[in-house]
């Protein structure tokens, strides 16, 4: 959502396959799947990369990379993305992956997005998300959103697979690189049907996650909320807080502990900046979140979000463990 930019070409980096879930795990099942233990994946959530895989595509083909800076930035932005896919892989580990497709087809690729959207909205993954609603765990509304992407990803993982991919990271590599492919051919009218699709999606998952109806943002709102957050993030005395809080912790503490409280510390200035702007408490986050997906693949806020989230990694020293 927050801009969070991924690289097609950045996805394709091949990382250690890890255990993953149980076929009745990728359908949303009992057998939950960790958040992923590098800075690199909390990278995916911490400022807000929820995007789905056909934003994704649609994005990597409107914002070419220019730069070795941009480059970098979409690297580590790609490497967040594989790492959880690896989390939630459905292939056993050492088994050797089979051929995915080289191709994907529009009727296919609206297939691939319809029976995602059935599942969320008929099926068990539906009934998962709203067990995440209706918990009363106190968990923060961060963890509430990383449980609901994990739930989308175990369904495309399950998806893909009927399609020819391979349900782990290495099949939605290849579906993310055929759907960019498929969609840099695409018409415009075509085009705005896939994306019609995702925000459906979306609005489903929003929805009985957290009961909030999603609503449309001005891409110039949209910019200025996020350069005001971002720019709160890089501030030297927050930066400063925050490591040393991450340095307090004990010399046990695994990087997903430690991702976790850097987690808390960038919720909180977001629940700072945003009633500024009208979005007050848990409602008003989800709701801004959820409306910047519309806007994920707009140049100026996804250089403002990469920008930030290698500032507070490196300077927190999470960059160090993706």
């Not at 009934?127 to 449980?147: A, C, F, H, M, P």
């Not at 609005?203 to 005001?228: C, H, P, W, Y």
């Amino acid at each position: 959502a927050a801009g969070h930019c991924l690289s097609l070409s950045a996805v394709t980096m091949a990382l250690r396959r890890l255990p993953g879930a149980a076929a009745a795990a990728a359908m949303g099942g009992s057998a939950r799947a960790q958040p992923a233990a590098s800075s690199s994946a909390y990278r995916l959530l911490a400022l807000g990369g929820r995007r789905s895989i056909a934003t994704t595509a649609v994005s990597a083909m409107r914002r070419p990379l220019s730069s070795p800076a941009a480059e970098t930035m979409a690297q580590a932005a790609g490497r967040a993305a594989a790492v959880q896919t690896r989390q939630l892989s459905m292939v056993p580990p050492g088994t050797s992956p089979a051929p995915s497709p080289t191709a994907i087809t529009m009727e296919e690729a609206e297939a691939v997005l319809g029976t995602t959207k059935t599942f969320i909205e008929l099926g068990l993954p539906g009934r998962k998300l709203d067990e995440i609603r209706d918990e009363s765990t106190g968990e923060n509304v961060q963890s509430k959103w990383q449980r609901m992407m994990e739930i989308r990803l175990r369904c495309e993982l399950h998806v893909i697979n009927a399609f020819g991919y391979e349900a782990s990271e290495m099949g939605m590599m290849a579906y993310r690189q055929t759907m960019s492919a498929l969609l840099q051919r695409t018409l415009p009218q075509d085009m705005a049907r896939i994306q019609g699709v995702d925000q459906e999606i979306w609005a489903i998952m929003i929805r009985r996650t957290f009961n909030v109806e999603t609503e449309s943002i001005d891409l110039g709102k949209a910019t200025q909320v996020v350069a005001m957050v971002t720019s709160r993030m890089q501030q030297d005395a927050f930066l400063e807080a925050v490591k040393e809080k991450l340095d307090a912790m004990p010399a046990t503490s695994t990087p997903l502990e430690k991702n976790a409280e850097l987690q808390n510390h960038l919720l909180e200035v977001w629940t700072e900046v945003l009633p500024t702007y009208g979005y007050e408490g848990e409602t008003g986050y989800v709701k801004f979140q959820a409306a910047l997906v519309e806007h994920s693949a707009d140049p100026s806020i996804a250089t403002l979000i990469n920008s930030a989230l290698m500032t507070v990694t490196t300077r927190t020293g999470l960059n160090q463990a993706g």
